[in-house]
């Protein structure tokens, strides 16, 4: 949340942390709200919020029968499910929505009623749509920056996103806005099913 991890340049006023390294360069971590932790461990386990993330979405173990599996025991819309963090590490909710988008999927879809054939479809789009994020090193809605200190351009490529009325790049309809477990989603009623 509005956290930056920024390689070179120097302190801004929301420096909290700075790491000097032995060839001379510093990395920067800023926290403007304060919610982050700075933790020394051993192991990534030790630390109980690691210990309960799902799959990273570009591992092995993260394929459509495991998310058909994980859908079949939750009584949760598609959405929710794909920001929970113990299902599979690091979907925001930009990304849920434009992965939706792309897939055809309402977000109010109950995941149980995913098939296996939606959850193929799914499984490839989430996949794109964070490469292609990554490519254009993600979406800079406020002051979000990546590891050099560059905004980030995929915001730019958003079908859904923050869109609210304006007509669906697919079927020319009127995006629309509801909010599902405290968060914005956007998506087209008509052509997401
Ligand atoms: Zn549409």
Known sequence: MTG?????GSKDRHTRITFY???GSMLFYNDQRRFGQLRVVAQLDEVKHFN???PEPFSKDFTPAFMREA????????KNVLLDHTF???IGNIYACEILFRSRLSPKRPARRISLADAKVLHQYIIEVLKEAIAHRGSSMRNYRDGSG???RFNERLSVYAREDEPCPRCQKPI???????R???YCGHCQK
């Open 88 to 90: 599979v590490a690091g």
């Open 184 to 186: 914005s989603t956007f």
């Open 52 to 54: 309960i993330l799902g």
């Open 176 to 182: 629309q806005r509801i909010v599902q477990a405290g």
């Open 71 to 78: 859908f079949q025991k939750t009584i949760r819309p598609i």
């Open 150 to 152: 560059e905004k980030g």
């Open 4 to 8: 930056q991890l920024i390689a070179g």
């Open 21 to 23: 390294f032995s060839d």
